[in-house]
C-alpha cells in the first residue's frame, strides 16, 4: 500500500509482515506495526489540517520517538520534514519560519509562548506541540484519527525534507533533499556497512540532523533491524546497551568519551560488530587507541547535509586512520585545483561530488545554489581533501578555514597533526587572524591533556616539522573548544573572540 511513495515505500518493505518485531527498544519501544500505524496517523492528522503535497511542516522538538513518528508520517503526507534544533532561539526560529514558510509548526509546550512572536511574524498557520514523553496537542489530536493511512503518492523527485545547514558562515541554508537522495543513500549504506534485519544499532545522536536522522534511522528502518534509541549520549546507557547492541553510530566525542571510561573493554564491547564514525574530524590517536581498548578499529565516513554519505572506510579491507575511506558506489568525488583539473594523489584540492545521494538546491536561494552545484550536477562541498595513493581520502579543512597567511596557503589540518601528536595535547584548533603584517596570522588554541604542557613544546614541534610560514605566530592554551552538538569545533567562535588578537 505505500508503493506510491517513493521514499516511505523503500523504509517500509523490509518490516512488510513483520509488525509484532521489536524496532525500537526504550523509550517505551515500539514494533513496527505500531510505529508505521502511528506515522499513519499523524499522516492523516497533517492531511486532515489542510497540509497539502509540497508543504513544509517544521518541528522543534526534543528527541522522542513520536518525533521519528512525525517525520515518517510527514512524508507520507506528502508533506517536507523541517526539523530545527531544540537550542534555536526564538530569533533563530524567526528566521527558519519565514525562510521556510511552513503550514505547521511542531513545537514542545514548554516553549510554546516563546516562540509566538517568531509563528505570529512567518504567519505559520498551524501551531501544534509534542513534549518529551510524546504528550501534547499533536497527540491529542492524532490519536483520534485512525491507522491504515495510504500514503499520498511521491515521486523519486520530490522532496522529502529540508535541513538547515549548520551556517558555519553566513545566513543558514536550507539543504532541499529529495526521495530519491534519502532513499538511495540509505540503501547504499546498508549494503556497505553490511547491516541485516539481525542488527541493534545504539541511537544515541540528535534527530535533527543528517546522521541521527536520516543515517541512522533510515538504514535501520530500510533492512528491518533494530535500534536502541536513547534521548541523548549516556555512557552508562551505552555501556548498558552494548552487550545485546551490534552497531554504534557517533560522533568523534561519542568516541573519546567512550574511551576515556575504564569500561571501555574487549569484553564490554564483544557482542558489536562495527563503530561508525563522522560529522567531524576523528583524531587517529582515537581510531588507534580505540583499537587498542576493544579490538574493533572504527570505520570513518564522510558527509553532509547537502550530499548524504559521499565516502566510507570499507568494512573489509584496511580502514586506515585519519582518512575518510573511498568513495561510496555509486558517489563520485573528485579533487580539483581552483581550474577545475583534477590533482594528482597527495595533492590537496577542492572536493566536488555527484550522484543521486546530492541535494536538489539551497530553498529560495538560486544564487548560492548556481555557485555550489554546478548545472552537470557536481556539487562544491568546500571541504578541502587529498586522496593517496590507494584512493583513500583525507579532510584538510574547510575552503573556508583555508589561511593565507603573507601570502602563503595554510592548511589548519596540517598543523592540527603536528600539535595533537604531542602526548601532552588533548586537541587543537588552527585558526586564521587578521594581522597588520601577515593579513592573516597562524594561531592555535590548544586543549592540554595535561598541565605539563608548555607554549615552548608546541613551538619548538612546529619549528622542527613545518615550514615558517605554517608556524603559529601565538599559541594559546584554553580548557576546552566551543563545540556545536555534532561535536564540530566553532572556529567562527574562536575567530570572533581573538579578532584583536595582533590589533
Ligand atoms: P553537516 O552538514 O553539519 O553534516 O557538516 C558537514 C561537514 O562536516 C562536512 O562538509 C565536513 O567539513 C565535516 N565532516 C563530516 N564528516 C567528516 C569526517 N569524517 N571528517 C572530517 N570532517 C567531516
Not at 520534514?81 to 530569533?91: A, E, G, K, Q, R
Not at 522529502?160 to 547504499?188: C, D, P, Q, V, W
Not at 552537470?376 to 587529498?386: A, K, Y
Request: glycine letters at 8%.
Amino acid at each position: 500500500m505505500y508503493e506510491d511513495n517513493h521514499l516511505v515505500a523503500r523504509l517500509r518493505a523490509a518490516s512488510v509482515g513483520r509488525e509484532d518485531d521489536v524496532f525500537v527498544q526504550g523509550q517505551g519501544g515500539r514494533t513496527f506495526g505500531a510505529f508505521f500505524a502511528n506515522a499513519e496517523r499523524y499522516a492523516a492528522l497533517l492531511v486532515a489540517r489542510g497540509v497539502v503535497p509540497g508543504d513544509r511542516v517544521a518541528v522543534q522538538v526534543n528527541k522522542s520517538l513520536a518525533a521519528l513518528e512525525l517525520y515518517i508520517g510527514t512524508v507520507m503526507a506528502g508533506a517536507v520534514f523541517l526539523p530545527l534544533n531544540p537550542d534555536y532561539t526564538s530569533s533563530e526560529v524567526a528566521y527558519f519560519l519565514q525562510d521556510a514558510t511552513p503550514h505547521l509548526f511542531v513545537v514542545d509546550p514548554l516553549r510554546e509562548a516563546e516562540m509566538q512572536s517568531a509563528v505570529d511574524a512567518a504567519a505559520v498557520r498551524d501551531v501544534l506541540t509534542l513534549d518529551s514523553a510524546g504528550g501534547g496537542t499533536l497527540n491529542d489530536a492524532a490519536i483520534t484519527m485512525p491507522a491504515g493511512f495510504h500514503p499520498v503518492p511521491r515521486d523519486a523527485d520530490d522532496l522529502a525534507a529540508i535541513l538547515y545547514t549548520s551556517g558555519t558562515t553566513g545566513r543558514s541554508k536550507g539543504a532541499m533533499l529529495t526521495h530519491r537522495a534519502l532513499a538511495s543513500n540509505a540503501e547504499t549504506l546498508v549494503n556497505y556497512w553490511r547491516f541485516t534485519p539481525d542488527d541493534v544499532l545504539i541511537h544515541a545522536l540528535p534527530i535533527f540532523h543528517t546522521h541521527g536522522l536520516f543515517v541512522a534511522t533510515n538504514v535501520v528502518l530500510m533492512v528491518g533491524a533494530a535500534m536502541v534509541f536513547l534521548s541523548k549520549f549516556d555512557l552508562d546507557a551505552i555501556f548498558a546497551a552494548m552487550p545485546t547492541a551490534t552497531t554504534l553510530m557517533g560522533v568523534p566525542t561519542f568516541y573519546t568519551r567512550l574511551l576515556d571510561d575504564p569500561r571501555l573493554t574487549k569484553g564490554s564491547t564483544q557482542n558489536m560488530r562495527l563503530f561508525i564514525s563522522g560529522s567531524a574530524p576523528l583524531l587517529a590517536q582515537t581510531h588507534t587507541g580505540w583499537t587498542a581498548r576493544t579490538g574493533h578499529e572504527i570505520l570513518e565516513r564522510y558527509g553532509m547535509t547537502e550530499t548524504n554519505m559521499n565516502t566510507s572506510n570499507p568494512y573489509e579491507g584496511a580502514r586506515k586512520p585519519g582518512t575518510v575511506g573511498l568513495p561510496l558506489p555509486g558517489v563520485e568525488v573528485k579533487i580539483v585545483d581552483d581550474n577545475g583539473a583534477e590533482v594528482g594523489a597527495n595533492q590537496i584540492g577542492s572536493i566536488e561530488v555527484r550522484g543521486d545521494n546530492v541535494f536538489a538546491g539551497y530553498w529560495q536561494m538560486p544564487d548560492k545554489t548556481a555557485e555550489e552545484l554546478r548545472e552537470n550536477g557536481w556539487f562544491i562541498t568546500g571541504d578541502l581533501g587529498v586522496r593517496d595513493e590507494d584512493g583513500y581520502i583525507s579532510i584538510v579543512g574547510r575552503s573556508k578555514d583555508l589561511i593565507i597567511s603573507g601570502g602563503f596557503n595554510v592548511y589548519p589540518k596540517e598543523v592540527e597533526s603536528v600539535i595533537d601528536d604531542l602526548p601532552n595535547v588533548l586537541e587543537s584548533a588552527v585558526i586564521g587572524l587578521p594581522h597588520p603584517d601577515f593579513g592573516e596570522a597562524v594561531v592555535v588554541v590548544v586543549v592540554a591533556r595535561n598541565p605539563a604542557l608548555t607554549i615552548d613544546v608546541i613551538n619548538t614541534v612546529t619549528a622542527d616539522n613545518l615550514a615558517r610560514f605554517k608556524c603559529p605566530k601565538r599559541v594559546l592554551i584554553v580548557e576546552s573548544l566551543p563545540r556545536n552538538t555534532m561535536g564540530k569545533v566553532q572556529k567562527k567562535a574562536l575567530r570572533t573572540e581573538y579578532a584583536n588578537l595582533f590589533a
